[in-house]
């Protein structure tokens, strides 16, 4: 188990690095950011003074290699933009962010493993044919559509709820929450909605699917055979196995929340950190750009690491592989 651990962790290094590369070199050519620091009426002193304070003098190879020195001492850089370090600009925005993707994940996980599960095992029923209809809304319009379509219905029409902002929120130490305010509630159930529905859609389908597969295993046969109770073999043997093959795709699914919340935030002007990478694009503000790439990646390869430590918990012919059959 430690040595899968470390072999992991060291894949996960290099995906970084790479991923570091790739952000670096790709934002370079993304336009001027003296330019649009300075404005038109900067003199050319006065530019190369800029140029060489942020170090875009230097060659591409040295740049890199002190952005890669500084990340791993903490230190993202100085925003091009507002001249702020971009660790303090991330550390601001960061909350929102994870607040309206932890609440888009609850809904997505919860509500797909439950609908999936209640489909599968009332197939023939009308609800159930009623929710993979409605389901289909979830899977083919895109998010920024759902978000305005929920705007619509919820905000203007009915006014119950708001149609853009964070709300109140209230700081604890460094951290900033909505989820002890009323507004900084309600604030959050479209937007979550928004974000969770297409993952929801996904997980619902996948559980239905690996579900009906799993009810016609022989094993489920032998435990109806032996006289397990209906909740025993449909929640003690068949979810159980199910799970096993939804786990990488809900895991994957769940970290592309992180990456989908950039339309999302920008739709509803939620202040996180995929509407400061929106104002960074317009300004080529390469630090905040990249590390904003690396903090997705890095979720990524974080809810990865999570999705194959539990493939030990739940499938046990891998923990057996890696303790050589013992």
Do not use: C
Not at 77 to 101: H, M, N, Q, Y
């Amino acid at each position: 188990m430690l040595a899968f651990l470390i072999r992991r962790i060291a894949e996960a290094l290099v995906v970084m690095v790479v991923v570091a590369f790739f952000a670096f070199s790709m934002f370079r050519f993304m336009g001027d950011p003296v330019a649009n620091m300075m404005g038109p009426d900067a003199t050319i002193a006065d530019r190369e003074a800029m140029t060489k304070r942020l170090g875009l003098d230097q060659p591409f190879p040295v740049q890199f290699a002190a952005f890669l020195g500084n990340v791993a001492e903490g230190d993202f850089g100085v925003s091009f933009r507002v001249g702020r370090p971009v660790i303090d600009l991330v550390k601001e925005r960061l909350p929102a962010t994870l607040e309206l993707a932890l609440i888009s994940g609850l809904f997505a996980l919860v509500g797909g493993i439950g609908l999936g599960v209640y489909t599968a095992l009332r197939r023939d029923g009308l609800l159930s044919r009623a929710i993979m209809a409605i389901s289909l809304i979830g899977v083919s319009l895109p998010t920024f559509l759902i978000g305005i379509a929920l705007i619509y219905l919820f905000a203007v029409e009915l006014r119950w709820l708001p149609s853009f902002g964070r709300g109140e929120t209230v700081r604890i130490g460094g951290w900033t929450t909505g989820f002890l305010t009323g507004s900084g509630l309600a604030s959050l159930v479209l937007p979550s909605i928004t974000l969770g529905l297409f993952q929801m859609t996904l997980i619902m389908r996948l559980v239905r699917s690996e579900m009906l597969e799993v009810l016609r295993t022989d094993y489920i046969r032998f435990a109806r055979a032996r006289g397990l109770t209906t909740r025993a073999i449909h929640f003690g043997h068949a979810l159980k196995n199910t799970l096993v093959p939804v786990i990488t795709v809900t895991g994957l699914q769940l970290g592309s929340i992180v990456a989908f919340a950039i339309i999302t935030e920008t739709v509803f002007q939620w202040p996180g950190v995929g509407s400061l990478f929106i104002s960074s694009v317009q300004a080529v503000d390469v630090p905040v750009m990249a590390t904003y790439l690396l903090f997705v990646a890095g979720f990524f390869v974080f809810v990865n690491l999570v999705v194959d430590l539990l493939y030990f918990a739940v499938d046990p012919r891998l923990r057996s592989a890696t303790t050589g059959g013992h």
